[in-house]
């Protein structure tokens, strides 16, 4: 989230209250998790006159229960969206025992998409569609149903998988680095489990895992998080 606030934010000797040089210009975002989606909040705050499409490749809702904590840092970045952070936190557990707000990245993801449609209904969300390759020079980008669109800036938020990065290395000469630790994770949805206590969580022991933990899910449940080598 701090990467794309660096997008929108103007150079500390620039003054304006628009983004300049996007000021009527279209704007295409691949991805629609919470760092696209962040990043479309935020210049539609700083200029409404930006034209933002966004694309999303899945078509419903994802079950992917991995948690994220919303820390202090994170809520400073949020709050530069007004009503952005107090729209999320309806949807956070609050866990004293880490001292985070946390909320499970779907709901994070659907929170903001929500936000996006009540406060900017001039951004376009298309669901179902993915970039499958990008013309630098012409400006324009490919869908995977053979549609071309043109813009002015391309924002690639599509993941670690991402098809624009490796456009860019393969074809651009730009390196790539990555850093993998040999840990596989799985997060399970569970109902809520009257043995822990509201706002904690239960750390897990076993000999074939790494780590683990049972925390809480909003509005009711528990997510089971397990790590394991290999």
């Known amino acids: 989230i701090g990467f794309a606030e660096s997008l929108v934010m103007p150079a500390p000797t620039t003054t304006a209250t628009k983004s300049n040089v996007l000021s009527q210009k279209k704007v295409i975002v691949v991805g629609g998790g919470p760092v696209g989606l962040y990043f479309a909040a935020l210049m539609l705050h700083k200029d409404p006159t930006v034209r933002i499409e966004i694309l999303e490749k899945s078509t419903k809702k994802s079950t992917n229960a991995f948690g994220l904590g919303i820390s202090s840092r994170m809520q ?98 730009f390196q790539e680095e990555r850093y993998l630790q040999d840990v596989s994770w799985k997060a399970l949805s569970m109902p809520k489990q009257p043995e822990i206590e509201n706002g904690s969580f239960k750390p897990l022991q076993h000999p074939s895992l790494t780590g683990g933990r049972v925390l809480p899910k909003a509005p009711e449940g528990h997510t089971l998080l397990l790590l394991w080598k290999g």
């Open 76 to 173: 400073n970045r949020l709050s530069d969206v007004p009503g952005l952070k107090e729209k999320l936190l309806e949807s956070t557990v609050d866990l004293p025992s880490l001292g985070v707000p946390m909320i499970s990245r779907d709901d994070l993801s659907e929170q903001m998409k929500y936000f996006l449609e009540e406060r900017q209904p001039s951004c376009q969300m298309q669901y179902g569609t993915s970039c499958e390759s990008v013309d630098f020079e012409k400006k324009q980008v490919t869908t995977n149903d053979g549609s071309i669109m043109d813009y002015d800036l391309l924002v690639a938020a599509d993941g670690v998988n991402s098809k624009i990065r490796q456009q860019l290395v393969t074809n651009c000469g």
